[in-house]
C-alpha cells in the first residue's frame, strides 16, 4: 500500500504563492506518474501537474502553465507543487496522487490508484 499526506496549503491572497508538499511511504516509484489534481464544492476533480518520477518529465494543465511547476525528491518520496501568481479560481482542495505512467492518460483521475486526503488552497480576490 502507499501512503500520501499533503501538507503546505493555506489562505492566500491573490498574486501569491504557496508551496505544497506529499510525503509518499518509501518505495521506488518504476514507471509511476505522481501528480496532483484539484476539486472545488460542486465541481468535478481537476488534473493540475505530473511528473513522471522516474526521468522527471512534467507535465500540466493548460490553466496553471507558467505558474505552477511540479517536482520531486526522490530519495525522500516527497512530490511537490510550486504555486506562483495565485488566482482566486485556484481555491480547491488539492490531492496528490500515484499511478502507472501512460503519457496519453496523464489527465484522467481513473488512471491513477492512490490518493491522498487533500490540502486546502484558498486564494482570496
Known amino acids: 500500500q502507499v501512503q500520501l499526506v499533503e ?32 476539486q472545488a464544492p460542486g465541481k468535478e476533480r481537476q488534473f493540475v501537474a505530473a511528473i513522471d518520477w522516474t526521468r522527471g518529465r ?3 494543465a493548460a ?17 511537490y507543487l510550486q504555486m506562483t501568481s495565485l488566482k482566486p479560481e485556484d481555491s480547491a482542495l488539492y490531492y496528490c ?7 496519453s492518460r496523464l489527465s484522467a483521475h481513473d488512471s491513477y490508484v492512490y490518493w491522498g486526503q487533500g490540502t486546502q488552497v484558498t486564494v482570496s480576490s
Open 7 to 38: 501538507s503546505g496549503g493555506g489562505l492566500v491572497q491573490a498574486g501569491g504563492s504557496l508551496r505544497l508538499s506529499c510525503a509518499a511511504s518509501r518505495r521506488a516509484y518504476i514507471n509511476y506518474a505522481l501528480a496532483w489534481f484539484r
Open 58 to 60: 512534467t507535465y500540466y
Open 63 to 79: 490553466s496553471v502553465q507558467g505558474r505552477f511547476a511540479v517536482s520531486r525528491d526522490a530519495t525522500s518520496n516527497i512530490l
Open 97 to 103: 496522487t500515484a499511478g502507472p505512467f501512460v503519457e
